[in-house]
């Protein structure tokens, strides 16, 4: 015996790996997602595709009448598309295939409202169909959104409607190939043509559509197709349509109770920790204002800086990015959309090119059973399916990197291994400089994937610290990278009386020019705030001590406000409502009335007679939901006595979406402006104005 356990000790000293006990694996904690989760987790980024009747009546919604005759794009190619979704690193893309206008992409046979009906290849296109091709030549996946709202359908709110909608759902899912992701929207019931019948139609979303019957007609079709969005679906909107998530960000969700409508929307940002299903977040947002491509947005593009935030605050926290990239009338995308993404995957690429931790020698204060399987280097193997575990019940532990020499780094990437559940509630993370440990991060949770942007730091090591989990630790993957610097363009702003204000991150200056060209170093430096009033195109950029420039900011101003005045207010205090014309859309002026009785309006002095094209109406920018106007009119005079209707309509989209409305028409000339709120989204009693501008 005693030579047995001689032997024994002998083997365990010398061969370590041979003498490991067996251990089983750890065991799953909480709800997990399935395979087609898993795959859809792995896309990370794709695009969307939002290009209708809209891209023609120049609208964000439909009201359901327009003829499809309108759909004319002269030069449509899906394949371009794709080209270009995948040259900025998308795997997939997700084509609005009916809006709620009811027009329909593809030659359904359930409708006219179709491409069928278009002028474009005399009605034997389809627009699907192309797509999907471009798809499977560009190995990119396909997505489709079939909008539950019709505002066309004359039988939208009666039973009728869900067999057409179900229909529908069977040509996209059995037509096209694999459809790796369906996509229904929130937006359901309200005014529409219907028909004719001109009438505002309410339902009741979760018990109208019967989901629990459309998700198993659309799994017995098309098992593999992850459903987006309401009812009970496998992935939900992330709770803003401006790209990101929250910094906790759970895969999980309370489903039962969103269905019986106990979530608010808001909530979606981060999940629910104790959340019963896995419904993880994805992260919707478009290259442009509007979801559908407007000529008078073509220099409204997102800047660099925005782009680049949207990706670390969707992928990097936990989220897959939805990025809408909205085709023009040729059927094409954009130049300036296409000079964007091209920098933006630049930004991209390079920022995960120098990764500095996969040398690192590697070492955790736990490990399951000591057991090489669990070990601390599996964080940087490389394999996404081996992971660094700690033994049961241990929820804090520590793994730490050392490098061979002090080592630069501006990134950390952590992925969790999901598989067995999403874990870590909190983690930190220290460097090691000069000898001293000092917190570079205190973080919460992890998920897929997290990415830290950090000022760098030359360390010689690397600590992550796991303070709080719901179960043993579970770390599949750690990176830190060494990206180039990002240098932020400066922030400029023009208010009421033409002061121009600039500023940029501390330690970098700001050099401008008025005239449109780019700004260099020799251009005029930016020092103290100044006036100019007339109309103008600043350019701008920020540069740091190592000379790196930031990405050029323009901002574009008309005529200042200074001669504006505000003539009259229908209701409210006049004293405060001058913060409509004051230039800055986050304070704002509010009516408390009930629109449903008295429209309310605002009188407006432009000072002189000017040229005018079109206006904008941007609710308040600071507040979370302030009131909103939903439908509007706008009346233009030269004498304040007399006026025109100029525009009216709808603010389409303006609850998921409360930015800059703009509105445009033929030129006129015009001193008085009368804006008519005439109605309010859902709910409000109060609605607010931020500000009031024209497009000159
Ligand atoms: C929203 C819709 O109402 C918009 O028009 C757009 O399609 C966006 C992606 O979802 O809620």
């Known amino acids: 015996m005693k030579k047995l356990v001689l032997l024994f000790s002998f083997l365990t000293a010398f061969f370590p790996v041979y003498s490991q006990k067996i251990v089983h694996p750890p065991q799953a904690y909480g709800p997990l997602p399935s395979e087609k989760q898993m795959k859809w987790h792995e896309m990370e980024s794709y695009a969307f595709i939002h290009f209708s009747l809209n891209t023609f009546t120049n609208k964000e919604w439909g009201y359901g009448n327009e003829s499809p005759q309108l759909f004319n794009p002269t030069a449509l190619d899906a394949r371009q598309w794709a080209r270009i979704a995948k040259e900025a690193g998308m795997k997939g893309i997700i084509l609005v295939a009916k809006h709620h206008d009811g027009f329909c992409l593809w030659p359904s046979v359930y409708t006219e409202r179709s491409v069928k009906n278009s002028p474009w290849k005399n009605g034997k296109g389809d ?44 040509e996209l899912l059995t037509n096209y190939g694999d459809v790796f992701e369906m996509w229904f929207d929130g937006a359901n019931g309200g005014d529409g043509y219907y028909g004719g019948a001109n009438e505002t139609r ?21 098992p593999n197709t992850l459903v987006w969005g309401i009812g009970p679906s496998e992935a939900r909107w992330i709770g803003n349509e401006e790209g990101y998530a929250n910094t906790t960000n759970w895969s999980l969700l309370r489903q039962k109770d969103d269905l019986a409508g106990k979530v608010h929307y808001t909530e979606y940002m981060s999940g629910h920790e104790d959340g019963e299903k896995w419904v993880p977040g994805e992260a919707d947002v478009s290259i442009r204002p509007g979801w559908f491509y407007h000529t008078s947005e073509d220099d409204k593009v997102h800047t660099l800086d925005e782009m680049v935030d949207f990706y670390y605050k969707s992928v990097g926290r936990n989220a897959t990015f939805l990025l809408n990239i909205p085709p023009d009338r040729r059927g094409l995308i954009h130049e300036n959309d296409i000079q964007r993404l091209k920098e933006y995957s630049v930004v991209i690429k390079a920022d995960f090119k120098t990764e500095v931790l996969s040398n690192a020698k590697v070492t955790a204060d736990n490990f399951r059973a000591n057991n090489n399987s669990y070990a601390p280097k599996n964080t940087i193997d490389g394999n996404k399916e081996s992971y660094w575990a700690t033994d049961d019940n241990i929820t804090k532990a520590s793994v730490l990197f050392t490098f061979r020499k002090p080592t630069a780094f501006n990134r950390i990437l952590l992925q969790e291994y999901i598989r067995l559940g999403q874990r870590v509630k909190a983690f930190t993370v220290e460097a090691k400089v000069d000898g001293k440990w000092q917190t570079i991060a205190n973080e919460t949770t992890i998920g897929y994937k997290r990415i830290l942007r950090i000022p760098r730091v030359t360390a010689t090591a690397l600590r992550v610290n796991i303070t709080d989990s719901k179960a043993s630790i579970m770390i599949s993957n750690i990176q830190a990278f060494n990206a180039p610097t990002f240098v932020r363009m400066p922030m400029v702003k023009r208010d009421k009386l033409g002061m121009i204000t600039m500023e940029a991150e501390t330690g970098n200056h700001i050099y401008y020019t008025l005239d449109g060209s780019k700004p260099t170093l020799s251009s005029t430096k930016y020092t103290v705030p100044f006036k100019y009033d007339k109309a103008v195109e600043i350019n701008a950029v920020s540069i740091n001590e190592e000379g790196i420039s930031s990405a050029v900011r323009i901002a574009k101003y008309g005529v200042s406000k200074e001669n504006w005045k505000i003539v009259s207010v229908s209701s409210g205090d006049i004293n405060t409502a001058n913060r409509i014309i004051d230039g800055n859309p986050d304070s704002s002026w509010s009516f408390g009335a009930d629109l449903s009785q008295h429209p309310q309006e605002v009188v407006i002095d432009l000072g002189n007679l000017i040229s005018i094209k079109g206006f904008t109406y941007t609710p308040n920018q600071a507040v979370e939901n302030p009131g909103l106007i939903s439908n509007y009119e706008l009346y233009s005079s030269t004498d304040g006595v007399n006026w025109t209707k100029q525009s009216e309509g709808e603010f389409s989209n303006i609850k998921n979406n409360p930015i800059e409305q703009v509105k445009v028409f033929n030129s006129l000339k015009t001193k008085y402006l009368r804006f008519v709120a005439k109605s309010v989204v859902a709910d409000f009693k109060i609605i607010t104005i931020g500000e009031i501008s024209i497009v000159e």
């Open 202 to 222: 309410k339902i009741n979303t979760l018990e109208y559509y019967n989901w629990d019957e459309t998700y198993k007609l659309i799994y017995s079709l098309a």
């Open 127 to 170: 627009v699907v169909k192309e797509l999907a091709e471009a798809c499977k030549e560009y190995n990119l996946k396909l997505g489709l959104y079939l909008s539950p709202w019709d505002r066309n359908h004359p039988q939208y709110g009666k039973p009728e409607y869900i067999t057409y909608f179900r229909n529908q759902l069977k």
